[in-house]
Protein backbone atom coordinates (compact mmCIF):
# COMPACT_ATOMS: atom_id res chain seq x y z
CA UNK A 1 0.00 0.00 0.00
CA UNK A 2 1.85 3.27 -1.32
CA UNK A 3 -0.50 5.58 0.90
CA UNK A 4 -1.90 7.23 -1.82
CA UNK A 5 -5.60 6.86 -2.67
CA UNK A 6 -7.64 7.24 -6.12
CA UNK A 7 -11.39 6.74 -6.13
CA UNK A 8 -13.16 5.86 -7.94
CA UNK A 9 -11.54 2.36 -9.26
CA UNK A 10 -13.83 2.36 -12.42
CA UNK A 11 -15.87 4.53 -14.14
CA UNK A 12 -17.95 3.75 -16.87
CA UNK A 13 -19.26 6.53 -19.08
CA UNK A 14 -20.48 7.75 -22.29
CA UNK A 15 -18.62 10.22 -25.45
CA UNK A 16 -19.54 13.63 -24.17
CA UNK A 17 -19.95 13.17 -20.72
CA UNK A 18 -17.72 14.79 -17.69
CA UNK A 19 -16.18 13.25 -15.10
CA UNK A 20 -13.72 14.08 -11.88
CA UNK A 21 -11.36 11.29 -10.44
CA UNK A 22 -9.60 12.05 -7.15
CA UNK A 23 -6.93 11.65 -5.50
CA UNK A 24 -5.51 11.62 -2.10
CA UNK A 25 -1.32 12.07 -1.37
CA UNK A 26 0.68 10.34 1.35
CA UNK A 27 0.68 11.64 4.87
CA UNK A 28 2.73 14.75 4.38
CA UNK A 29 3.80 14.99 0.54
CA UNK A 30 2.88 18.55 -1.14
CA UNK A 31 3.46 17.10 -4.45
CA UNK A 32 0.50 15.53 -6.91
CA UNK A 33 1.14 14.35 -10.09
CA UNK A 34 -1.49 12.96 -12.36
CA UNK A 35 -0.64 10.43 -15.64
CA UNK A 36 -2.45 8.79 -18.16
CA UNK A 37 -1.91 5.00 -19.72
CA UNK A 38 -3.44 3.91 -22.59
CA UNK A 39 -3.59 1.02 -24.11
CA UNK A 40 0.09 -0.57 -24.62
CA UNK A 41 1.84 3.23 -24.09
CA UNK A 42 4.11 4.31 -21.04
CA UNK A 43 3.04 6.29 -18.58
CA UNK A 44 2.16 9.94 -19.98
CA UNK A 45 2.64 12.82 -17.61
CA UNK A 46 -0.57 14.96 -17.58
CA UNK A 47 0.01 17.49 -14.44
CA UNK A 48 1.51 18.53 -11.32
CA UNK A 49 0.74 20.57 -8.35
CA UNK A 50 2.72 21.46 -5.05
CA UNK A 51 0.76 22.73 -2.05
CA UNK A 52 -2.02 23.77 -4.49
CA UNK A 53 -0.02 25.48 -7.15
CA UNK A 54 0.10 24.02 -10.67
CA UNK A 55 4.03 23.43 -10.76
CA UNK A 56 4.45 21.44 -14.03
CA UNK A 57 2.25 20.83 -17.69
CA UNK A 58 2.65 17.69 -19.81
CA UNK A 59 0.04 16.72 -22.60
CA UNK A 60 -2.87 17.86 -20.83
CA UNK A 61 -5.57 18.13 -23.58
CA UNK A 62 -7.51 21.45 -22.91
CA UNK A 63 -10.70 19.35 -22.32
CA UNK A 64 -9.11 18.10 -19.17
CA UNK A 65 -8.08 20.29 -16.06
CA UNK A 66 -7.09 19.53 -12.22
CA UNK A 67 -7.06 21.06 -8.91
CA UNK A 68 -5.27 20.77 -5.53
CA UNK A 69 -7.31 21.76 -2.43
CA UNK A 70 -6.11 23.15 0.59
CA UNK A 71 -6.31 19.59 2.24
CA UNK A 72 -4.15 18.61 -0.39
CA UNK A 73 -6.18 16.04 -1.90
CA UNK A 74 -6.45 16.67 -6.00
CA UNK A 75 -9.09 16.35 -8.53
CA UNK A 76 -8.47 15.36 -12.33
CA UNK A 77 -11.53 16.87 -14.38
CA UNK A 78 -12.42 15.48 -17.96
CA UNK A 79 -15.01 16.60 -19.80
CA UNK A 80 -16.29 16.27 -23.43
CA UNK A 81 -15.29 12.62 -23.36
CA UNK A 82 -14.73 10.88 -26.34
CA UNK A 83 -13.51 7.38 -27.00
CA UNK A 84 -9.93 8.18 -27.02
CA UNK A 85 -9.81 9.32 -24.01
CA UNK A 86 -10.26 5.28 -22.29
CA UNK A 87 -7.35 4.96 -20.35
CA UNK A 88 -5.94 4.34 -16.86
CA UNK A 89 -5.45 7.37 -14.98
CA UNK A 90 -2.71 7.38 -11.79
CA UNK A 91 -1.74 9.86 -9.27
CA UNK A 92 0.89 9.75 -7.30
CA UNK A 93 2.46 11.91 -4.94
CA UNK A 94 6.25 13.06 -3.63
CA UNK A 95 7.73 14.05 -0.55
CA UNK A 96 8.93 17.53 -1.46
CA UNK A 97 12.49 16.98 -2.40
CA UNK A 98 12.15 13.73 -4.07
CA UNK A 99 10.33 14.56 -6.82
CA UNK A 100 11.21 11.85 -8.92
CA UNK A 101 10.58 8.70 -5.81
CA UNK A 102 6.89 9.00 -6.75
CA UNK A 103 4.51 7.15 -4.91
CA UNK A 104 1.49 5.91 -7.02
CA UNK A 105 -2.37 5.09 -6.39
CA UNK A 106 -3.79 1.93 -7.68
CA UNK A 107 -5.03 4.17 -10.72
CA UNK A 108 -8.80 4.80 -11.91
CA UNK A 109 -9.87 2.72 -15.19
CA UNK A 110 -12.05 5.36 -17.30
CA UNK A 111 -13.94 3.57 -20.01
CA UNK A 112 -15.65 5.32 -22.47
CA UNK A 113 -18.55 4.33 -24.54
CA UNK B 1 8.92 12.34 -28.90
CA UNK B 2 9.85 9.53 -26.76
CA UNK B 3 12.84 10.89 -24.99
CA UNK B 4 12.83 7.70 -22.98
CA UNK B 5 12.80 4.48 -24.92
CA UNK B 6 12.39 1.09 -24.00
CA UNK B 7 12.61 -0.78 -27.44
CA UNK B 8 12.23 -4.63 -25.60
CA UNK B 9 8.41 -4.57 -24.99
CA UNK B 10 9.19 -8.23 -23.27
CA UNK B 11 11.67 -10.25 -21.94
CA UNK B 12 11.67 -14.34 -20.51
CA UNK B 13 14.36 -15.07 -18.27
CA UNK B 14 14.69 -18.32 -16.00
CA UNK B 15 14.59 -18.24 -12.52
CA UNK B 16 17.94 -17.56 -11.02
CA UNK B 17 19.79 -16.37 -14.51
CA UNK B 18 19.99 -12.64 -14.75
CA UNK B 19 17.41 -10.13 -15.82
CA UNK B 20 18.94 -7.05 -18.14
CA UNK B 21 16.17 -4.62 -19.00
CA UNK B 22 17.53 -1.65 -21.34
CA UNK B 23 16.94 2.07 -21.58
CA UNK B 24 17.86 4.93 -23.59
CA UNK B 25 16.88 8.92 -23.70
CA UNK B 26 17.58 11.44 -26.08
CA UNK B 27 17.34 15.13 -23.76
CA UNK B 28 20.88 15.30 -22.42
CA UNK B 29 19.23 17.47 -19.67
CA UNK B 30 18.16 14.38 -18.02
CA UNK B 31 20.33 13.96 -14.89
CA UNK B 32 18.08 11.52 -13.01
CA UNK B 33 17.05 7.98 -13.78
CA UNK B 34 14.75 5.71 -12.19
CA UNK B 35 13.46 2.05 -12.49
CA UNK B 36 9.47 1.40 -11.64
CA UNK B 37 7.89 -1.89 -11.48
CA UNK B 38 4.28 -2.65 -11.98
CA UNK B 39 2.06 -5.38 -11.04
CA UNK B 40 -1.16 -5.84 -12.69
CA UNK B 41 -3.63 -3.99 -11.10
CA UNK B 42 -1.76 -1.93 -9.19
CA UNK B 43 -0.01 1.57 -9.59
CA UNK B 44 3.88 1.65 -10.36
CA UNK B 45 6.31 1.20 -7.43
CA UNK B 46 9.73 2.71 -7.02
CA UNK B 47 12.86 0.48 -7.02
CA UNK B 48 15.64 2.18 -7.98
CA UNK B 49 17.55 5.36 -8.74
CA UNK B 50 20.66 6.76 -10.13
CA UNK B 51 22.10 10.35 -10.44
CA UNK B 52 24.06 11.24 -13.43
CA UNK B 53 27.06 11.65 -11.17
CA UNK B 54 27.50 8.12 -10.57
CA UNK B 55 27.48 5.05 -13.46
CA UNK B 56 26.54 2.46 -11.16
CA UNK B 57 23.84 2.11 -7.61
CA UNK B 58 23.24 -1.26 -6.64
CA UNK B 59 20.09 -2.47 -4.32
CA UNK B 60 20.11 -5.93 -3.13
CA UNK B 61 19.71 -7.99 -6.13
CA UNK B 62 19.19 -4.94 -8.44
CA UNK B 63 21.72 -2.91 -9.93
CA UNK B 64 21.12 0.26 -12.42
CA UNK B 65 23.92 0.99 -14.56
CA UNK B 66 24.29 4.51 -16.51
CA UNK B 67 26.48 5.07 -19.63
CA UNK B 68 25.94 8.76 -19.97
CA UNK B 69 28.14 9.20 -23.20
CA UNK B 70 25.86 6.43 -24.85
CA UNK B 71 22.76 7.80 -23.18
CA UNK B 72 21.68 4.47 -22.00
CA UNK B 73 20.64 2.34 -18.65
CA UNK B 74 20.13 -0.79 -17.84
CA UNK B 75 18.68 -2.53 -14.68
CA UNK B 76 19.83 -5.72 -13.75
CA UNK B 77 18.38 -8.07 -11.83
CA UNK B 78 20.19 -10.90 -10.28
CA UNK B 79 19.23 -13.36 -9.40
CA UNK B 80 16.11 -13.15 -11.21
CA UNK B 81 12.86 -14.62 -8.94
CA UNK B 82 9.14 -15.52 -9.77
CA UNK B 83 8.17 -12.42 -8.17
CA UNK B 84 9.89 -10.19 -10.27
CA UNK B 85 7.37 -10.96 -12.84
CA UNK B 86 6.04 -7.53 -13.44
CA UNK B 87 5.92 -4.19 -16.04
CA UNK B 88 9.63 -2.74 -15.47
CA UNK B 89 9.42 1.43 -16.52
CA UNK B 90 12.58 3.27 -16.84
CA UNK B 91 11.46 6.96 -15.83
CA UNK B 92 14.09 10.07 -16.44
CA UNK B 93 14.04 13.80 -15.10
CA UNK B 94 16.50 16.96 -15.49
CA UNK B 95 17.28 19.30 -12.76
CA UNK B 96 15.43 21.89 -12.21
CA UNK B 97 12.34 20.31 -13.50
CA UNK B 98 9.89 18.40 -11.81
CA UNK B 99 8.42 16.59 -14.28
CA UNK B 100 9.65 12.55 -14.88
CA UNK B 101 9.25 11.00 -18.07
CA UNK B 102 8.58 7.52 -18.25
CA UNK B 103 9.15 5.02 -21.18
CA UNK B 104 6.64 2.56 -22.30
CA UNK B 105 7.64 -0.40 -20.11
CA UNK B 106 9.26 -3.79 -20.74
CA UNK B 107 7.42 -6.78 -19.34
CA UNK B 108 9.73 -9.39 -17.32
CA UNK B 109 8.69 -13.10 -17.06
CA UNK B 110 10.44 -15.22 -15.00
CA UNK B 111 9.70 -18.52 -15.71
CA UNK B 112 10.14 -20.93 -12.66
Known amino acids: DSGVTQTPKHLITATGQRVTLRCSPRSGDLSVYWYQQSLDQGLQFLIQYYNGEERAKGNILERFSAQQFPDLHSELNLSSLELGDSALYFCASSARDKFGEQYFGPGTRLTVT | DQQVKQNSPSLSVQEGRISILNCDYT??????FLWYKKYPAEGPTFLISISSIKDKNEDGRFTVFLNKSAKHLSLHIVPSQPGDSAVYFC???????????FGTGTKLQVIP
Open chain 2, 91 to 101: AASARGYQKVT
Open chain 2, 27 to 32: NSMFDY
